[in-house]
């Protein structure tokens, strides 16, 4: 049932398929959607290539090698995903720019003139696909990294002892048995570059997810926005099944194999200081540039009106994501115990349904929402004005319902995800021990699985919540007109160009978003730590 | 409070999918005994006990627990109902609580002085005064085993089901440990169930035994008679080595190569199986009808795989009995005993 309710905005948007749009969408075929599709492909195809070569080589040097720098790397590589993307957009797009500081700092050094040199526009498909790749190759470091500590060292090792060169090692050994943990990272990155909208809109390319958002405020329709919705859920889904496989086979690999794991090898002489170099590159440009950037930003201009808004928008956006973090929690707790208790196939698949929403892009479920909440309202204010004098307005759709409704949508997969593991890791025969001393499936649940399940439910509550406040597509479509949250102000004082008044709240989502990259890199060093003393 | 009047499980049949777990099982055991389920692992003891829990629903059967009908003919009382305590395999002590508050955990109106102070004393009972505040993981293994015993006896069970509660502990500590359990257990007049595979711990522990294989109970009785009286073959091997002697009657005696015996008025068994410890070995002397073909030295004893004719055999002794292994030498039965 709670499952069907999550569905329903997909269901709507592939439903908008056979409406019809009044030419909107015949309009836009013939004008912008080429453009759509070249600059999302392009925009994938670029992101798909770097964020491997990124993700994949340093996660290898960092598992294999011991260098100057290698222990700080191991955790400083994933700082980038603190950032959300369109983050990373404003600041280095702020820095690369004509007038920004470096290319300013390099005319006054060489005595140029505007015309005397080339330098890279960061406002451009290219410059969108640096951002993304800087923003988002953590998700390939991760997998990989999993996938290169968890072979064992003595296949390695017995490769070395056929012969084989550090190189072939890589090539022939250790990056095919880490592909299927790779691709699932990949896969992750590219659903996430399809539903990037903040980087890309600044970076004024046009794609699906910004199309999306343009349809629906610049021609208000929703249909054409859906229709164009449904294209991009086509390949999400497409993405999704790649991950899910892949993500099967790479547990397979993973239990097929209990042995000692690779101990990192110093590297001698000139090299070292090669590898150190190369992990230095991706966290100085997707981190230390940004976060300085901004912090210059605050410290010389700042926003005027910090004072007064930002407490406010800081209450706001604290608010939705407490909300939507306790509300998701509790949804995951009671489908994932659901799951446990009853062996039913139509539940678990059910379950699977309601884990697809953090495939979809934020733009996507808003827009979903739109269409089945005004009409369930439509029906309900009907009715309340025949039989009442009440007047309701537009209590959904125009109150933090819709776009709490959409949080849910989005994030549910991760409580599900973290809590079904945390139930998986508790055998059952305790839960049989709780039932034959007395306790009833209810009392089982609090009094045996949420003590065992706190640090779970804890880890799942903080990501959630750190996600919502970042959260920019769904949020901008689907909140009450003049709510405003920290990342919404951002976005929009950025769209004016007003970017050091925007760099204040960047930095408070920036703080807030370190928070679950330490827990991330704590769960990651813990969960190694235990293979080995097995 | 209803009088004790034990379990009885009848005529249980379980199936998972095509597969056929427990195939038509009765029991009986009465309050204060110790009946102990043998058989091999996958011979469908642990699905026995589950079904009596309640933790898997039963099928087909009955289960009566003091005269009330638990499980059967449309009935399922759940199992946080059921009068049936038990001891998992893996202890299953909830690791985010201390010993005492395990042991609370079943017990009604557990904040209560009284609930904690008989807590308390179930713990100190079993040897465990000093460690009532202990997190199951700081705990050895037989000490969490004595704590999962005690919270499942805090709410004075009828019925208690141990599924192989030993098997996880040293071979020092085992029989201790196992004879201070089931000390308690008869006191308190509970009928127990042990499941086990380990036919020492049948024979030391139990008061009757039932032999079960491929989810059938073969035979039921005193460990001893089982030991001697084997129902057939699978049941004779459950208890170790055994031989099996070719024979013939007639005029009322039992006739093998190795000894004569008389019947009386006993109808003559199927197979005559006779334990390795029930056959003599001596020096051949005038009238051989044997040879040794191989000794192997046990801790107490001494095994010999001995040839008579085309038949092979295993005789037991004790290590003061030196026999040469070169010389032919002569084998007889011992008196047989009645069945």
């Known amino acids: ?534 | 409070m209803t009088k004790s009047t034990g379990i009885q499980v009848d005529r249980i049949t379980h199936r998972f999918g095509s597969f056929e777990a427990v195939s038509d099982v009765s029991l009986e055991v009465a309050p204060g005994e110790i009946h102990c389920l043998l058989g091999a692992s996958g011979s469908g003891k642990s699905t026995l006990l589950r079904i009596i829990a309640g933790l898997e629903r039963l099928q087909q059967g009955t289960v009566t627990v003091n005269g009330e009908l638990i499980s059967g003919n449309g009935t399922h009382q759940p199992a946080e109902q059921r009068s049936v305590g038990m001891v998992f395999q893996d202890y299953a002590l909830f690791p985010h609580l201390t010993a005492i508050k395990n042991v609370l955990f079943g017990m009604p109106n557990r904040r209560s002085a009284e609930s904690r102070a008989k807590a308390e004393q179930l713990l100190s009972d079993i040897g465990l005064a000093a460690n009532i505040h202990s997190m199951p993981h700081t705990l050895s293994g037989g000490e969490q085993q004595r704590v999962a015993l005690a919270r499942a006896l805090a709410r004075t069970p009828s019925v208690m089901l141990l599924d192989e509660p030993f098997s996880g502990l040293d071979v020092q500590l085992r029989s201790g440990v196992r004879n201070a359990a089931l000390k308690v257990l008869r006191s308190a007049n509970v009928a127990t169930i042990l499941v086990t595979h380990d036919p020492v711990e049948a024979v030391s522990s139990a008061d009757r035994v039932s032999v079960m294989s491929n989810g059938r109970i073969i035979q039921t009785d005193t460990p001893d008679r089982i030991y001697r009286h084997p129902a057939d073959e699978t049941s004779a091997n459950t208890f170790g080595l055994v031989n099996q002697i070719p024979f013939e009657v007639r005029d009322r005696e039992l006739i093998t190569r190795f000894g004569t015996r008389s019947l009386e008025n006993e109808s003559p068994p199927e197979t005559l199986f006779v334990r390795p410890e029930d056959i003599e070995l001596s020096i051949g002397g005038d009238d051989p009808n044997a040879h040794i073909e191989s000794v192997t030295h046990e801790a107490m004893t001494t095994l010999y795989r001995v040839k008579s004719n085309d038949s092979e055999l295993y005789v037991r002794t004790l290590p003061s009995q030196k026999i040469p292994v070169e010389k032919p030498v002569r084998i007889t039965l011992r008196t047989i005993e009645r069945g």
Request: glycine share 8%; proline share 4%.
């Open chain 1, 1 to 534: 049932m709670i499952a069907l309710i999550i569905s329903v905005p997909l269901l709507a948007v592939l439903w908008s398929v056979t409406e019809d749009s009044e030419g909107v969408w015949g309009h836009l075929a013939e004008t912008v959607l080429s453009g759509y599709i070249r600059n999302t492909v392009i925009l994938a195809i670029g992101v798909g290539i770097s964020t491997p070569v990124i993700g994949v080589s340093t996660a290898w040097l960092v598992t294999n090698y011991d260098f100057p720098g290698a222990r700080i790397f191991r955790w400083a590589l994933l700082l980038p995903l603190a950032i959300p993307t369109y983050l990373t957009a404003y600041a280095l797009t702020d820095l690369f720019e004509f007038s920004g500081p470096i290319q300013t700092w390099l005319r006054d050094l060489m005595e140029w003139d505007a015309n005397d040199y080339w330098f890279p526009d960061m406002r451009s498909l290219s410059g969108a696909v640096s951002i993304l790749s800087l923003g988002l190759y953590p998700y390939v470091f991760i997998a990989a990294r999993t996938g290169f500590s968890s072979q064992s060292a003595s296949m390695l090792e017995a490769s070395h002892l056929l012969g084989a060169g550090p190189w072939r090692r890589f090539f022939s050994v250790a990056l095919p048995m880490a592909r299927p943990s790779i691709f699932a990272g990949l896969a992750l990155v590219l659903m996430e570059t399809i539903a990037e909208f903040g980087a890309v809109d600044y970076c004024a390319v046009d794609t699906f997810s910004t199309g999306i958002y343009r349809t629906w405020t610049g021609r208000g329709s929703l249909v054409a926005a859906s229709q164009l919705s449904a294209c991009l859920l086509g390949v999400v889904s497409l993405l999704y099944l790649v991950e899910f496989i892949s993500r099967r086979s790479a547990r397979f690999h993973h239990t097929s194999q209990r042995s000692q794991s690779i101990q990192p090898t110093a590297i001698l002489g000139r090299q070292r200081w090669l590898a150190s170099f190369v992990c230095c590159i991706p966290i100085v440009l997707g981190f230390l540039l940004p976060v300085s950037r901004f912090v210059c930003l605050t410290i010389e201009a700042g926003d005027a009106r910090a004072g007064e808004l930002f407490l406010e928008l800081a209450t706001n956006s604290l608010t939705l994501a407490g909300i939507a973090a306790a509300s998701t929690i509790t949804l995951g707790l009671f489908l994932a115990y659901m799951r446990r208790e009853s062996k039913s196939v139509a539940i678990s698949s059910a379950v699977q349904v309601a884990g697809f929403g953090y495939a979809i892009p934020g733009g996507v479920i808003a827009i979903g929402i739109l269409g089945p909440l005004w009409w369930v309202e439509d029906r309900i204010l009907t009715f309340t004005e025949a039989s009442t004098d009440w007047d309701l307005g537009l209590f959904l759709s125009g109150s933090i319902v819709a776009v709490l409704l959409g949080y849910q949508v989005r994030f549910l997969a991760i409580p599900l995800n973290v809590i079904s593991a945390g139930f998986a890791r508790i055998r059952p025969s305790i839960e049989d021990a709780a039932a034959n001393l007395g306790a009833t499936r209810i009392q089982r649940l609090f009094r045996v699985h949420i003590p065992l399940l706190t640090g779970s439910l804890f880890a799942a509550a903080l990501v959630v919540f750190v996600d919502v406040l970042k959260e920019l597509p769904a949020t901008l479509i689907l909140r009450p007109f003049d709510f405003e949250t920290l990342a919404v102000r951002v976005y929009q004082l950025a769209s004016d160009e007003r970017l050091s008044e925007a760099s204040t709240g960047a930095l408070a989502i920036i703080a807030a978003g370190l928070v679950p990259v330490i827990l991330l890199n704590r769960l990651s060093t813990a969960s190694q730590a235990g293979t080995n003393h097995d």
